[in-house]
Each structure stands twice: as C-alpha cells, then as structure tokens.
C-alpha cells in the first residue's frame, strides 16, 4: 500500500495539490485535503467541470454537505463507479478514499505526461528558459539603488543598457600583406607601442561591441571570399592571387568609366557653373576647386593633374607655414592677412589660368592628333606611289628587245611554276604529319579540359559534401546538447525509474505467489484424494468387519459384545470427524467476523459517528437559527 | 614643425605620432592637456594638422622612405626616423582609414547602427498585443555631421526594410 499511496501523492502533487512533505499515505489525509486533491484532479480531468468546485471546505455545515454532494456527484459524472455520497469526503474510511483517488489518477490526461517527455524543438527550450529568466526577474521586489545586490544591478539600472557603438581596433593580426608582417618598424610597433584590444578604446562600454563588429566584419569577409571562390573562382583556374588582381584591375576599369563619364560634361561647362546632374559630378566639382584634400582619388587622367596640383600646394603650404620666430603680433596678422588676400587672389588667377589653358591644350592636342593622323597618310599614299613609279620605270626599261625579254619572262614563269608545283608536293609532304600531330594534340588538349573539369565538378561535390556534412555535425551536436540538458532535466523524475522497477519486482513477486498457490492447491488435491481413499477403505473394511462380526455374533454372545462395541466405534469416530469439521467452518467463520471487525474499525465508524452526530447538531442549530431569523424577518 | 617636433625628446616623439596616427584611424586623438607645458595651443593645432596631412599625403602617394625624409629635412634626423618609422609600421591601418573615407565619399552614409527588439504586451486599446517592435536607430553621416535616425518597425516593416536592403546588395554585388 505505501508504494501506491506513494504514485498518488507524487500524482496529487503534479496536479498542483498542496501537499506538506510529511504526508506519505493516503491515511493522513484530512477532509480539506481530500476535497483539494479530488477538486484539483478533476479541474485536470474536466476543467469546465471542475472550475465550478471550490477547492476549500466551507465552514457552515449544510454547505459542506451541500459541495460534498456536488463533488460526489462530479465523480459519479467522470464515470465512478464505486459507492460514493457526501459521506465519502465528509467522513472519509482510507480504503474508499484511496479507490478514489486511484480512479481519479488514472483519469488523469496521459498527454500531459508524454508532451514533457518528447524532445522538444531549440526554439522552444529557449523560450522556456527566457520565460523562466523574466519571471524570476520579475519575481525579484525593486530596491532603491543603494540597496541593491551587485547581482540584481544588472538587471534592475539603467546602466546596464548602453548603445552599441563601435569604433576601429587595431590588431596584430589583420596584418594581411605577408612581407609586411616581418617588417622591423611593424615588430616594433606591436611590441613597444601597441596596447592591449581592452585599453585601446576611451569608454569601456564599447570594447565588447568593437570586437563583436570586428569579428564579424572579418569573418563576413571570409564566408564571402569563400562561397565566390567556390562558385567562381575554381572556375575561372586561376590562383587566387591571379584572380584577385584579376578582379582589382576589372573594377579600377569600372570606377575609371564611371568617372569619366560623370566627370566629363562638367569638364565641358567649364567655369564651375554647379551641376545639376548627379552627387557623384557635384562632388567631382567640388575637387576641382579649393578641394578637400583628404580623399583616395581612383585614377583618371583629368583628376591627377588637379589632384597633384591642389596637393602639392598643399603641402608645401604646410611645409611653409611654420612660423619663423616671434613679432609684434598686430603687425603680422595684418601684414599675414594681406598677404593671404593677395595669394587668394593669385590663387584664383592661377586656377582660372590653369583651367583655360587646360582647355586650350586640349583643343590643341586633339587638333594635333589630327594634323599627325593626315601626316601619316599622306606618307602612306607617298611609299606607295613611289613603288608604282619604279615598276613602270622598269616595264619601259624593258621595252626595247621585247621579243627576247618575252622569251625570258615566259622560261622564267614556267621555272616559278615548277618551282611552285615541287613546294607545294613538298609542303604537301611536310603538312601532311603537321596536321596529324596538330590533330593529335588538340585531342590530348580537349581531354586534358574533359578532365580538369571532371576535377573541377569533382572538387565541386565535395565543396558540397563538407558543407553538407559540417552542417549535420552541426546539427547534431545541438540536438546532443540539447538531449543532455532535457537528461539533465529528467533527472528529477527519478521516481519514474523506480516505480517501474518496483512493478517489475512486484510482478515477479506476484509470479512466485501464483506458483506457490498452485503448488498448495496440488497439495490440497493430494490430500483430499489421500482422504477419499481412506474413507473408502474405512467404508469398506467396516463393512467387511460388520458383516463378519455380525455373522459371528449370532452364535456368540461376546462377540455380539464386541459387536455393539463396534458399532458404538464407528458411530463416535463418526461425531468425531463431523466435530473436527465443525470447529474447522467455525474456525473460519472467526477469521471473516475478525476481519470485518477489522475493516470496520477502519471504517472509523464510531468516531465518524460521534462527528455526524455534531455535524447534525450543527445543522439543526443553523436551521433553528434560520428559522429563527425567519420568524425575526 | 621642425622648430616644434624638436622640442619633444625621442621617445615621446614615437609616442606622439602613434597617437596622431590613432586619431587618424578613428580613435582617441592625443590631447593638448598632456603637452600642454611643450606647445602653445595655436603650436600644437598646427603640429597636429601638419603632422596628420604628412601622414595622409605620404600614404596617398606612396612615397619612398627618401621623399618623406626630403619633407621633414627641417626636423632632426632623430625625429624624421621616429616619424617615418611610425608611418611605415602603421602604413596598412592609415591606408584603410584612407579607403575608408573614400568609400564615404557620398553625401550621406550609414555609420553605425543598433537595434532593440521590444514585445508590445498591450496597448491603450488592445489589451493584450503580443507583438514584436524593433527599434532601429541609424547614426547617419550627413555631410560631416552626425545625425541620428530612430524608427520603429512592426515584423512587416521589417521584413519590407531588409528586402530592399537585399535589392541594394544585389546592386552592389552586381557592380563586382
């Protein structure tokens, strides 16, 4: 019985029962208590029945009966179908109560059970766990700031909310050139100069946003890297150097078109007049001017010369003014913003005569370009009409003994066409292999490609295949982590384990109960065979004896003493038997009236009498109490 | 300069740069208070200015060890090899600060963001809401000045900002 009351307090308790550690047996249970646990398994069970029930005992005592009724009239709904009234909760015996309460516990949802057994998603175990972090941190009572514990700070001042701003760091590692790496400044820099990643920023709110931002920019920049040098890169068969100053040189290309493109029609209206046209010319403007000098220009060919120019200036500006040595200050600041205005104003000049003659050279070199262009064809039409002039020269030459040059011209034709024919026999010879090997070779080449694309789609798959892979391992391990911390869990639930051992062990224990119950049974069999048999042969033999006996006894009166001694024998082994057999049922008939005796005292019968006797007093006092009001009313 | 970077001994000098180049990449720039007792404030503006232009006109044009020295002939030989040794070590760091400000070069750009995300329980109408809000905050750069721009957004806005933020990238990746 312990083990079962044990599984239903446990049960009681999930329910939401409020039970104290030290009831262990349904024995202890008090009225209230039962009516809680009862209400509580039924608001599970059916909350639409269930919500109607009060989980407390009224005082009155004519409401008491009155939700005594009502719950066993709720059990009696769900489908008990064992006896039940008031007097159940009211004045409870264990052994009916404990019937009940095993009912109502295994009317209990199984689902409930089952739903915190299965291995619930990521997301959801996280949401349990923020769920759990809020209402514990909303369970914590707000202190006024000097009060506070260093552990609710965090979550209870403002402070803890800082914005998430970044700034540069600058790290050992990020060095990317090679060559660079071993430089000595570069050794010194890092050894001597450089401090730590958590001292290089002014406010220490914004170290751990300043790293998260720098290891996710690097770490971007890698995946990036990666996936274009899978899908195109490995492509292309190149080197990842090649390819990457492949691709440097095609966007400077780019850049340089844009440029120029926007650069150009603001190069045609020369004088400044502001663009309407894009950001990127108004901007380009703005360095044609008194520009800003701290840009990385993209080259193109109209900006370096600027740039130069306005950098130049610059710096020399820079190297110059550095002031000599000290004056009368009012002097110098005249005579300096004098002789500011004055340069201003050549500058000026300077710069509309840059851009004037700027444009003048342009005119003149494309002018130029052209003149040279004519010259060139002129010179062309010259070589060739030159060459014309010397054949014609040499035809007249040949004028005169026409006939016997006509002779020569035609022998030498007919050698040039021999001489043609054997070349070509003998081009033919030579080509012939040529064009073999030629063919030979292309194969070779177009296999070499077939291969190295098998290669390619090869290395391709198993680009695929680690990707693939990594992510399952991934995976698994979060659904491993994940197990260990819902094993973690469960681990509370030991009682689980346990019960189901138990049952086994009770099984098997019921498995030995059972054979030795057969085995007395064939004892029993035994025995009442063993008996029957005797009485046979008792019957038997007496018969025999009295027959005997009886034949002798009319010529002998001894015997016929002997006789009647038999027969009075017989008679009282008899009564002694059926007295035996007697005391047995009677012996039996002690034990049942005991154990009811037994089972009544468990009832509590005069106890429970006693308290419904109070309980009627009470009723009759409210009701001439009512009665009383009533009249008064 | 000569007669300013002079006045600092050797050590300090390597020290100063490195600052001066910090302040270049975006960090804490060295302060006057420190050096107050070397230069006058107007001196140490000028130093500084003067001594960030070098940086950044030594990097922009690549110039050779001799060139820098050829710019700072005024200075001590001691202190020209200070300040050129700062550039060559941090030459990698001033040429992303550089690239960096380049890639800004249009008139507004984004340069830092943050976001919360809140849950709406319950509002002056509804009851209880349950929804999620982000509050997104842009530090935009807009022609120098930084200005920031707040906004919060339902799951839909949201979903609408990242898609077009999307089509944006794919811009981008297209021009590569």
Known sequence: ?633 | MAVLLSRLPHSDCLNLCHRVVDGLCGREPPRWADYSSTWSLQEWLELLSSLTTLFRLAVQSSNSDEEVLALLSDVGSSHAKAVLSVLRSRQEEICHALLDRTNSISSATLQDFEWQLKLALSSDKISSLHSPLLSLSLDVRDNGALQPVTMELSREELSKLINALEAANKVVLQLK
């Open chain 1, 1 to 633: 019985m312990e083990e079962v009351d044990k599984i239903l307090i446990h049960a009681l308790k999930q329910v939401g029962t409020d039970l104290s550690e030290e009831t262990d047996s349904v024995k202890q249970f008090s009225s209230e208590l039962i009516v809680e646990a009862v209400v509580r398994c039924i608001r599970v069970i059916d909350p639409a029945l269930g919500n109607a029930l009060p989980t407390l005992l009224p005082h009155g005592m004519s409401a008491r009966f009155r939700v005594g009724m009502s719950l066993a009239q709720a059990c009696q709904d769900i489908g008990y179908k064992g006896e039940i009234g008031y007097q159940t909760f009211l004045y409870s015996s264990e052994p009916e109560i404990r019937s009940l309460l095993m009912f109502l516990v295994e009317k209990l949802p199984r689902e409930r059970f089952e739903a915190s057994d299965q291995p619930s998603g990521k997301s959801a175990v996280l949401q349990r766990a923020i769920a759990a972090a809020i209402k514990a941190q909303l369970a914590v009572p707000w202190l006024p700031p000097n009060c506070r514990l260093p552990k609710y700070c965090e979550t209870q001042s403002l402070l803890a909310s800082h914005s998430f701003h970044v700034q540069p760091l600058s790290l050992p590692h990020c060095t990317k050139d090679p060559d660079k790496k071993h430089l000595k400044e570069v050794k010194d820099y890092q050894r001597n100069v450089l401090s730590p990643v958590t001292a290089q920023l002014s406010s220490r709110t914004s170290v751990v946003s300043s790293i998260l931002e720098q290891h996710t920019a690097e770490l971007s920049a890698a995946q990036e890297w990666d996936s274009e040098w899978n899908s195109q890169g490995l492509l292309s068969r190149l080197t990842p150097q090649e390819y990457r100053s492949r691709k440097l040189t095609r966007l400077r290309k780019r850049i340089e078109e844009q440029l120029r493109s926007a650069a150009l029609p603001s190069a045609e209206s020369a004088c400044g007049v502001p663009a309407s046209a894009s950001d990127l010319s108004e901007l380009l403007h703005a360095f044609r001017g008194s520009a800003p000098s701290d840009h990385v220009l993209t080259k193109s060919t109209h900006f370096t010369h600027t740039q130069k120019f306005t950098f130049t200036q610059e710096a020399a500006a820079v190297t110059h003014s550095i002031p000599t040595g000290h004056q009368l200050e009012g002097d110098v600041q005249l005579r300096q913003q004098e002789e500011l205005a004055a340069l201003q104003e050549q500058f000026q000049q300077l710069c509309t005569d840059v851009e004037h003659l700027s444009a003048d050279m342009k005119l003149m070199s494309v002018t130029n370009a052209q003149v040279l262009d004519e010259l060139k064809q002129r010179e062309l039409a010259n070589v060739q009409n030159e060459e014309k002039m010397q054949v014609k020269k040499k035809t007249i030459d040949l004028l005169p003994d026409a006939d016997g040059n006509l002779l020569q011209l035609q022998a030498l034709v007919e050698a040039s066409t021999k001489r043609v024919v054997n070349l070509a026999s003998q081009w033919e010879k030579h080509r012939a292999p040529l064009i073999d090997e030629h063919r030979r070779l292309k194969e070779i080449c177009s296999s070499q490609d077939m291969e190295s694309s098998r290669k390619l789609s090869e290395i391709k798959s198993l680009h695929d295949k680690i990707r693939v892979s990594t992510e399952e391992a991934k995976k698994k391990e979060e659904t491993y982590k994940q197990l260990l911390t819902e094993l973690e869990n469960l681990n509370q639930d030991v009682s689980r384990s346990a019960y189901t051992q138990r049952i086994l062990e009770i099984v098997s224990n019921i498995k030995k109960q059972k054979e030795e119950i057969t085995k007395i049974l064939s004892d029993t069999k035994e025995l009442q065979k063993e008996i029957n048999n005797l009485t046979g042969k008792l019957d038997r033999t007496f018969a025999v004896t009295d027959e005997l006996v009886f034949k002798d006894a009319k010529k002998d009166e001894s015997v016929r003493k002997s006789y009647k001694y038999l027969a009075a024998l017989h008679e009282n082994c008899n009564h002694l038997i059926q007295t035996i057999e007697d005391t047995g049922t009677i012996l039996r008939e002690i034990r049942d009236l005991e154990e009811q005796i037994e089972a009544e005292n468990g009832n509590k019968t005069v106890a429970n009498l006693e308290r419904i006797l109070d309980d009627y007093k009470a009723i009759r006092q409210e009701n001439s109490a009512l009665a009383a009001k009533v009249r008064e009313g």
